[in-house]
């Protein structure tokens, strides 16, 4: 039987492009046979996307790919991160495994069960994960091909106070956290970022939440491929939890759109 919607989409941008803007939780689809494996009854899953989904994520990357000058590409989830999450890694690699937070998730933001404990991760893996990174994988060897080069930048948000199962939780949060990686970081992105981003509140590194995304065949091996990963504090652009957009998120789109116009081509 077919997923009750598309895993993931792979939206083109302008074949000069190096830049791929990757929308891995903004989704809260779950399709059916995989809402049958949660515990969660009804309300309560829905407080539970609430508080994990990167609501409007997908909408500030989509408004920055019509600001940019030159359009990026654009590779967004379309299945909620309770579905799996593709951007753990999908083995004991994995530190959010110590809240029941790995490839398929059995906790909640809240520390509480979402699945049973004893859940074999492993059919939800081939199903979802391993096709989404392959694709993604596609995706960034397409760009090295054509451009030289692949810029994968992470939109994410994050809540304005700590949940239960942050492992870093007690560090700042600013406005835009920007998530880095020592091999695929170069100083000129970052810089990049922290111009683009300075009238959105001011930016922090690292923290609450740190790291970038980058396929597993490239990861610490090709320096061609640069990634960052902007964390948005949710209250400056919605209601939290999981409510509206309000007036920040244009301003936000903006300044994505100015990052992405600042890598050369």
């Not at 960052?228 to 244009?250: K, N, Q, S």
Request: proline share 11%.
């Amino acid at each position: 039987m077919p997923p009750a919607a598309p895993s993931f989409e792979l939206l083109s941008g302008a074949d000069e492009s190096p830049v791929i803007l990757h929308v891995p939780h903004s989704a809260r689809e779950i399709p059916p046979a995989v809402r049958a494996g949660i515990l969660l009854d009804g309300p309560a899953l829905e407080r539970e996307l609430d508080h994990i989904t990167d609501a409007h994520t997908a909408r500030i990357a989509a408004e920055a790919a019509r600001s940019a000058a030159v359009a990026p590409w654009r590779f967004v989830n379309r299945l909620s991160r309770l579905v799996i999450d593709p951007e753990r890694f999908p083995d004991e690699r994995e530190e959010m495994l110590a809240v029941g937070m790995g490839a398929v998730y059995t906790g909640t933001t809240h520390r509480e069960a979402l699945r049973a404990p004893d859940t074999d991760p492993g059919p939800l893996v081939e199903r979802y994960f391993r096709p989404y990174a392959q694709a993604m994988t596609e995706a960034v060897a397409d760009r090295l091909a054509v451009t030289g080069r692949a810029v994968i930048v992470d939109v994410h948000s994050y809540p304005a106070e700590p949940l239960p199962y942050e492992l870093h939780g007690e560090g700042p949060r600013p406005a835009v956290c920007l998530g880095t990686d020592p091999f695929h970081t170069p100083p000129a992105l970052l810089s990049a970022a922290r111009e683009a981003f300075a009238g959105c509140g001011g930016t922090g590194l690292d923290s609450p939440f740190a790291g970038t995304y980058v396929p597993l065949e490239f990861y610490g091996k090709d320096a061609r491929v640069s990634a960052l990963m902007v964390e948005i504090r949710r209250d400056t652009y919605m209601t939290e939890p999981g409510g509206p957009a309000g007036p920040g998120l244009t301003r936000l789109a903006e300044a994505l759109a100015a990052l992405v116009d600042a890598v050369p081509r």
